[in-house]
């Protein structure tokens, strides 16, 4: 059984940092790409960071750039989202996501943890 779990999300001031983890099991760690969503109320879901485990390749979205890194680590299965200078419009859930490489169909997603930004 798959099982992505997040936590590290809170309260936070802005301009503060906070780390997010995802623990995930049930899967072989390096044939996924791993990835954290976003979802704030009345809006879509969003990619924020992809990391790309085989090719170490990330892609972050423009609004995070230079703030947040996505980085894991093999021995934990655990991929981390570092969250820096945070901004009032980073509030929201933040997911977890596993995407295999060559098969679409495993696709997986963690239950979501709560990042509020505000003084």
């Known amino acids: 059984q798959v099982q992505l779990v997040e936590s590290g999300g809170g309260l936070v001031q802005p301009g503060g940092s906070l780390r997010l983890s995802c623990a995930a099991s049930?899967?072989?760690?390096?044939?996924?790409?791993m990835s954290w969503y976003r979802q704030a109320p009345g809006k879509e879901r969003e990619l924020v960071a992809r990391l790309i485990i085989f090719g170490e390749v990330t892609n972050y979205a423009d609004s995070v750039k230079g703030r947040f890194t996505i980085s894991r680590d093999n021995a934990k299965n655990t991929v981390y989202l570092q969250m820096n200078s945070l901004k009032p419009e980073d509030t929201a859930v933040y997911y977890c996501n596993a995407l295999h490489v060559n098969y679409r169909g495993l696709n997986y997603w963690g239950q979501g943890t709560q990042v509020t930004v505000a003084s």
């Open positions: 049930g899967i072989t760690f390096s044939g996924y790409t």
